[in-house]
């Protein structure tokens, strides 16, 4: 079954030690079923004492824990803090300055009036931005607040946070500064026009969290109109990195791309992206499924871009439902809903199935119920071996548009990408339990920042060759190949 969730809390209270000792306080914790992992003395005196106690603790606990502790003679609690509410007290990130301005002479230089010859050296010359500015290393996070985990439409506002979070790891990963931007419209067209508006600060758009499937027609409007890279995160990130676990699973069971038959579940923004991926890296024999069952050709469907997969999937013309789509499938790729797929239908799978389950929280099958009969699984969960994160992706394919200077990212770059991401594991640390590097792995950004710039300069979109790059090695190296 799956791990149950826990919850860490802090308890401030303060302890009347003639009345009551901190052991019936620890007893109270336990009976609950409570841990304290940490106490902290803030203050003491003869009479009392006052300590911030971090207990770990299930969700029904939580409801739990206040009354006993409430009930215990000569203890007053005074308050509950969750310490994931205390990393955001104010926002995760701040803006600093790269230099002190510490006298005048400093002042004239940043602001009036040493700055405006650089001003008017970039009126004269718009790409001098990309030297002059912070446009070079910053990328907007953008969101509309309609697609928020697995929140849904929450809004603006209750975006934030995740924006925030994402702009830090930009910068701790990859050293790209990121701003969180939350737009309060829903419309498109209101969404693409403010977006142009606001893009001449900026290097780089990342989107997330936008629903679909207006999300398509965002990226792809914005990817037209604009000249700096414009990424939709829940697609293509998703994608990169579900095509990094494809191919060392791949390694594994010693089967090549082009002849596995393999079930995509769930056709939304992340589906989408992760067949056209999937086709891209030379899969032939793919089956989508959603609600509706197996996308077939001679259907017609309300959303354009399931006609499009319908169009470039399943040309054997199967019909009928998933349990129908598992018959011999060597690998089953969800990002639909939890509990989708049934443990029968994983024994009608090929040999040495491989399951990427990535609903969240709950995934399309229980892991630990599916491992004794697969030969890899993964999910989006962080408590369970091979997670599917997108924070693999991002940064280092940022890293490298920027450095490069490319007016977009492509399909080449994210091929480069998911391939910089699988070899970063090596053959001798490549195992069923270890198919995607971790996100703390430096090697990661560094390997993907320089096979997407490579793959830039290849494909054209570069409009500045790093110096390393040039009259180097990395520009004849051949990208390895994934079969």
């Not at 606001?198 to 499937?213: H, Q, R, T, V």
């Not at 169009?311 to 019909?319: G, I």
């Not at 990212?409 to 640390?429: C, G, P, Y």
Request: proline share 5%; charged share 25%; glycine share 6%.
């Amino acid at each position: 079954m799956l791990k149950s969730s826990s919850n860490s809390l802090i308890l401030r209270i303060e302890l009347d030690q003639k009345v009551t000792t901190f052991g019936e306080v620890a007893n109270a914790v336990s009976l609950v079923g409570g841990d304290i992992v940490a106490i902290d003395v803030i203050r003491s005196d003869k009479q009392s004492t006052t300590r911030d106690i971090t207990v770990n603790l299930g969700e029904q606990a939580e409801e739990l824990i206040a009354d006993r502790i409430r009930m215990l003679p000569g203890v007053v609690l005074h308050h509950i803090s969750d310490p994931t509410f205390l990393v955001h007290l104010g926002g995760k990130i701040e803006i600093q300055p790269k230099i002190p301005v510490k006298n005048r002479d400093d002042l004239s230089k940043v602001y009036t009036p040493g700055v405006a010859k650089v001003c008017m050296a970039i009126h004269e010359n718009p790409d001098k931005a990309f030297t002059l500015t912070i446009k070079r290393n910053t990328v907007a996070v953008i969101s509309d607040g309609t697609a928020v985990l697995g929140l849904g439409d929450i809004g603006p506002e209750a975006a934030m946070p995740v924006m925030e979070g994402k702009a830090m790891l930009f910068k701790q990963l990859a050293g790209v500064d990121a701003v969180p931007i939350c737009l309060n419209t829903k419309d498109t067209e209101d969404i693409i026009r403010t977006i142009k508006n606001i893009a001449p600060a900026f290097g780089g758009i990342n989107l997330e969290d936008i629903s679909s499937p207006r999300c398509f027609e965002i990226e792809s409007r914005l990817k037209e109109e604009l000249d700096i890279p414009v990424f939709h995160d829940d697609q293509h990130g998703t994608a990169v990195v579900v095509l990094a676990g494809l191919i060392n699973s791949l390694r594994l069971t010693k089967k090549r791309i082009e002849d596995i038959r393999i079930v995509v579940v769930g056709i939304g923004a992340a589906g989408v992206s992760i067949i056209k991926m999937l086709l891209g890296a030379g899969a032939k024999t793919i089956l989508a499924v959603d609600r509706q069952g197996i996308l077939t050709r001679d259907n017609t469907y309300e959303n354009p871009l399931w006609d499009w997969v319908a169009q470039n999937t399943n040309q054997e013309d199967r019909k009928g439902s998933l349990s129908d789509a598992m018959n011999g499938a060597d690998v089953f790729i969800g990002v639909s809903g939890p509990n989708v797929l049934k443990l029968e239908e994983v024994h009608r799978m090929a040999s040495d199935p491989i399951i990427f389950a990535m609903a969240n929280p709950t995934p399309e099958i229980d892991p630990e119920s599916a491992a004794p009969y697969v030969r890899v699984i993964a999910t989006g969960r962080s408590d369970f071996p091979n997670q599917i994160n997108n924070v693999l992706c991002f940064p280092g394919i940022f890293r490298g548009a920027l450095d490069c200077r490319a007016s977009q990212i492509n399909e080449e770059m994210k091929l480069a990408a998911s391939k910089a991401i699988a070899f970063t594991v090596t053959d001798d640390e490549l195992n069923e339990q270890y198919i995607i590097p971790s996100i703390f792995n430096e090697k990661v950004v560094q390997e993907i920042r320089d096979q997407v710039v490579q793959a830039a300069i290849q494909t054209g979109v570069a409009r500045r060759i790093p110096p390393e790059f040039k009259g180097s090695k990395l520009l004849e190296r051949k990208l390895t190949p994934i079969s």
